[in-house]
């Protein structure tokens, strides 16, 4: 995949603590100095817009894009008739303001992962393909991947710094 900032998959079943791993890990690559964006995907019907608010009135009226702005932030709400692939939405994000993009779910797609396994999941380790880096769980395993402790933050923002590192020098070899 061809994006100015690297990506980096968490992927897991669901109910294997993705969001939160994410909401813990986000304040302390932040605190390094990392800036992050994170790419959630829903397999639900999400609307960000509030109906009857002017910019969902403006979607609804048909335009094929909607941008919402106020002084501190804006968001592109975008209607598609295809689903959209991960590599449109990583090209989104401006390198100025992004280092690392975190890619929640998108479990299929050739990217890096880290993935999330409790021992007390109903469902066994998934299969681990060429793409999963390391394996962050609550219990020992036998694996020729990067085995990390789920809840040790730190452990896992050090592997993330060191995956970037090595991004970015693989960059500066092509």
């Given at each position: 995949m061809n994006t100015p900032v690297p990506l980096l998959g968490i992927?897991?079943?669901?109910g294997s603590g993705k969001t939160t791993?994410?909401?813990?890990?986000?304040?302390?690559?932040?605190?390094?100095?990392i800036r992050i964006s994170v790419i959630k995907h829903s397999h639900h019907n999400t609307q960000v817009d509030k109906a009857g608010k002017d910019s969902w009135r403006m979607k609804e009226a048909g335009s094929a894009q909607v941008i919402l702005a106020c002084d501190d932030r804006w968001a592109m709400?975008?209607?598609?008739l295809e689903p959209t692939s991960l590599n449109y939405l990583a090209q989104q994000f401006d390198p100025q303001l992004t280092d690392l993009v975190l890619v929640e779910g998108f479990k299929q797609e050739p990217?890096?992962?880290?993935?999330?396994?409790?021992?007390?999941?109903p469902k066994p380790l998934p299969e681990i393909d060429e793409n999963v880096l390391a394996i962050a769980t609550n219990y020992s395993l036998e694996t020729d991947r990067t085995l990390l402790d789920i809840n040790h933050i730190p452990q896992?923002?050090?592997?993330?710094?060191?995956?970037l590192l090595k991004w970015h020098n693989t960059i500066k070899t092509k």
């Open positions: 992927t897991g079943y669901s791993l994410l909401e813990k890990l986000l304040p302390e690559l932040i605190s390094r100095g709400m975008t209607e598609t990217i890096p992962k880290i993935l999330l396994h409790r021992q007390e999941m896992i923002a050090d592997f993330i710094e060191q995956f």
